[in-house]
């Protein structure tokens, strides 16, 4: 069974499609169970950790998680509070409570504090069962946008963009001396001293995404990027 | 309504209906012909209280190209909003136009007119045929209950007089050449029961249903699965027989 | 019995499948059976207004089946005809069983069905290009959903009608199936046919759509495996 499984380790499945059938393991995210058989629920390569067995997507809009870390945009302006476009299927409201700041509504209008058309970097407070999504800025990481730049990847490359524990992100971070704002919705936030290589190591990685030896790929691109700048200020 | 809803499903489970039927009862079926007089046929159709009225009407007037010696059929279908609340005024939607195409496709396949015997003059003159059909209440199982009516219309049809130039709709006396009689049978699943000619509250629980007309021979003219889940071919099969079954029972009303 | 462009009785035309058609759409797919062509694209799940279609507990799954002008012989008025609102509706039944809808309460998901070129067999061909694209855009689904057309011409069981087949046929029966959970989500036929013929023509559609499905599959796979 361990050398079967070894084989469908990273395998390339269609929805409906069988990756095991087995009682010994339980479906994990974007797989279900019918019968004895564990199936595939979304486009995506099989990832088994343990005995769950998941399958990590392909494609796909962004679904909002509890504790996700979004870049949105300040839709509307409400008496106690925002409705925010997360570009995901349901919009976001960031509630009076939720910003760090204590706001006096008789004395301040809530758009001098973000108003339309302004990003914000929030943190996903919760996702209740109706589709209501609540945003809050009780975060560190948390900000408003003021200047830099924006690109937008699908969510799904993300989790590459990050890197385990952070490595790709911060290989990016550091080589470009830029600092960088990562939304799960697939929303970055960028603004240093070498935008334009950020930008195509990211867009390298959102096209290489399933490919081998992605880091070295881009650190490569990075290399070159950063001589290429230094050569242009000799 | 999910509490209704999960009765209906828990009553399916002991292959019981909501109202007290069986699964292959039919609620009681009334017919009334020739209900319209300005009409060139007409009847009216009930299913429990679903009630529907289907009339003919005709008129001369140019062949397909492709068909020139035959006549045309029409079919349309109202879904009058004083029928249910559901209904809204307007063009035709979706229901509406599949009801229309389906009883259209049940009649046309199963050649129940002789087209051909509609013919006034090839390529020039045929007789159209206009099937109008009109929802009056809506209490479940619209297609059923209008193609009855839109084939007993047929076959009380009297083509009008003729003389070249003018219709006279005054004098009627030539039956349309109606040569078989198809009837259509809708059955729905409800939970694992499968029940024929589905109520309102039947049709809101449903998963799927299928519609087949068959002809007196027990061919097969016309087929639709409706509603948003599958059918195994064992529960396909098994609705055919019980359509062909139901459908020689209605022929006889 | 040989037929009019040379094929077997169960011959399918000839397929290509192609996903990730549209960059602009979420999933997308292009599908040619002989001289059918289908193209669709899958939007969503996106919030979907107006806010009185949401339904509480699960997407809105809608279905545009469409025909491009130049795609018949005599051109086709643009905009939705009796024919095409009706394919729209069955197709939406088609697609349904396969899709996990409840996961996305009160969104929409859409799904444009735009043909091409038409030689009979538009409806499934439209229908197994929004199955690849629904999976393409990365939708939770229970299966893929393949599709063809069946008939009958003088005593002999045809695949995949092509348009001069489908003015001799005794009967058009489009089907729809779920490979995996044996179901038959689309299910049409207009004709005079016996109950025996009826039954052996679905029995031979449901071998040709696990043909078709293998191409489906192999269309995601290889989008993605470059």
Redesign the interface.
Known sequence: MGILLKKKERELVVPGEEIIKSMDYLPGRNCFREGDSIYAKRLGFVSINGRVISVVPLSGVYIPKTGDMVIGEIKEVQPTGWIVDIKAPYDAYLPLAGIKEFIDTTKTDLSRVYDIGELIYARVASVSGTSSVHLSMHDPRCKKFKSGRIIRINPTKIPRVIGKMGSMINLIKTSTKTRISVGQNGMIWFEGENEELVAKAIKLIEKQSQQEGLTDKVSELLKAGSKGDKNEKD | MKLQTQYLIRLAEKGVRGDGRKGEEYRKIEIEKNTIAKAEGSAKVKIGSTEVVAGVKMDVGEPFPDKPDEGILITNAEFSPIASPEFETGP?D??A??L??VVD?GI????AIDMKKLCITPGEKVWMVFIDIHILNHSGNLIDAAALAAVTALKHTKIPEYDGEKVDYENKTKPLPLVHLPVTVTTAKIGNLYVVDPDLEEEDVMSVR?TVTT?ED????????????????EE??KI??LS?KKGNEIRKL | MKRIDGRKEDELRPIVMKAGVIEQADGSAFVKFGNTSAIAAVYGPRSLHPKHLQIPDKALLRTVYSMAPFSTTERVKPGPSRRSIEISKVTRYALEPAVFLEEFPKTGIEVYIDIIEADAGTRTAGINAASIALADAGIPMRDLVAAVAVGKINNNYIVDLCGKEEEQTLCDMPVAYMPRTKQITLLQMDGDITLDDATKLIKLAIKKCEEIYEIQKQALKKRWMG
């Open positions: 035709p979706e229901d136009i599949e229309a195409r496709r046309r396949e199963s050649g299928l002809k027990g061919n097969v003219c016309a087929i639709q699965k409706s509603g948003p889940d599958g059918l195994l071919l396909v099969e055919f027989k062909i």
